[in-house]
Structures are given as C-alpha cells and as structure tokens.
C-alpha cells in the first residue's frame, strides 16, 4: 500500500493539476458553451477514455520506450495542436443560429471521438506521469499495487474536476444563449489558444 502522507500529497497535486486549464479543459468548457453540459460531459467521457490509455501504458512501464520515439511524438504533439486550432478556427467562424429555431447539436460520437484524438495526441502527458507518478511511490512497497492506486485515484478525480468544468461552463452558456456570436468567439478563443500553447510546449 501507498504510505498514507505520500497519498494525501498525491491527491492534492492532482486536484491542483486538474484545476488548471489545459487543452482538455479548453475543449471540454468549449464544448459545453457551443452546445450545452450534455456535449461537456460527453467530451469528458472522452478524454478520460484517452486517459485510461495513458495511464496503462505508464504502468505497463512503457514511458522509457516512448521516450526513445520522441522525434516521432513531437510530430503527433504538433498534429494534435494543429487539430485544437483548426476547431477552434471553425467554431470561431460559426454563424449564429437563430434561436427561434430548435437548434440541433452535433452527433454525440463526433464529440467524443475529437476528445478522445485531441487527449490521445498529446503524447507530453506519457512524458510527464512517467516522472509524476515514481514521486509518490516507495520501493519497500508493491509497485504494482501503489501504481494501480495511483492511477485509478487519478482518474477519479480527473472525472470529478472535468465534469465540474463541464457544468460551470454549461451553465454559463445560459448567460450568452442571446449572444451566440460572442459563445462562439469565446468557444473558438479557447481552443485556438489551448492549440498554441501545445504547439509551443516543450517536452522535459
């Protein structure tokens, strides 16, 4: 078992990390403004789909082999980046619909697959749980067991924070439902933004 202060200190780090905006967050919080929660938890399905990934390749301790094939994510990195963009170039130009109207949302398997590939391409994440997840570890210990702990206490709360996102952002969708343009300026701002900075990212 995971010595109980490590622990305590991993869950705050976590919660902290999550609370912070990143590309995830960008399109998670995009997607709820442009389309409501439904579409922000849908997108939070997905990257967290895409972070079962990352988490089992880590444990599986395939890190070191993928850092080894870093010319080759660096192009994955710059790819997931130019996608966020170009969502966002698209969102930006949307036309606001007429709110007399039924709106219809996009399919719910578009969304989810966007999240999944925008989380998937960000290979840096692999980079970084590898050297985030040993700091909380101790030798005298099951490795396995600790790093199973770890990353299903990760998830859950990668979850939890997500969805929060989700929701405050739906929520102040209510507030811009007269002003749909300035939703998708705002929506299109966020990825635009969350794109640029992955692509100027650097892995350490």
């Known amino acids: 078992m995971i ?3 490590l622990y305590v200190a991993f869950v705050a780090a976590v919660t902290a990390l999550m609370l912070l905006p990143g590309p995830n967050i960008a399109l998670i919080t995009s997607n709820s403004v442009s389309h409501g ?3 922000g938890l849908l997108t939070v399905a997905g990257t967290s789909s895409a972070m079962v990934v990352q988490l089992a390749v880590t ?3 395939l890190t070191g082999l993928l850092t080894a094939m870093g010319e080759w994510f660096e192009w994955i990195r710059l790819a997931g980046a130019a996608y966020l963009i170009y969502l966002g170039i698209v969102t930006w130009r949307a036309v606001a619909p007429d709110l007399s109207k039924p709106v219809l949302g996009p399919r719910s398997g578009r969304i989810y697959t966007r999240a999944l590939l925008v989380c998937l391409t960000n ?3 692999l980079m970084f749980y590898g050297a985030f997840f040993p700091q909380f570890m101790t030798a005298s210990e099951n490795f396995g067991t600790q790093m199973a702990t770890l990353c299903a206490t990760f998830l859950v709360i990668a979850l939890i924070v997500d969805s929060g996102w989700a929701m405050a952002a739906g929520w102040a969708r209510r507030l811009l439902l007269t002003r ?3 939703a998708n ?3 299109g701002g966020l990825l635009i933004t969350a794109g640029v ?3 100027v990212a650097r892995n350490k």
């Open 3 to 5: 010595e109980f202060h």
């Open 37 to 39: 929660i439904r579409y």
């Open 59 to 61: 444990a599986f301790g």
């Open 123 to 125: 290979p840096g994440v």
């Open 180 to 182: 749909m343009r300035l």
């Open 185 to 187: 300026r705002i929506s």
């Open 197 to 199: 900075g992955l692509a």
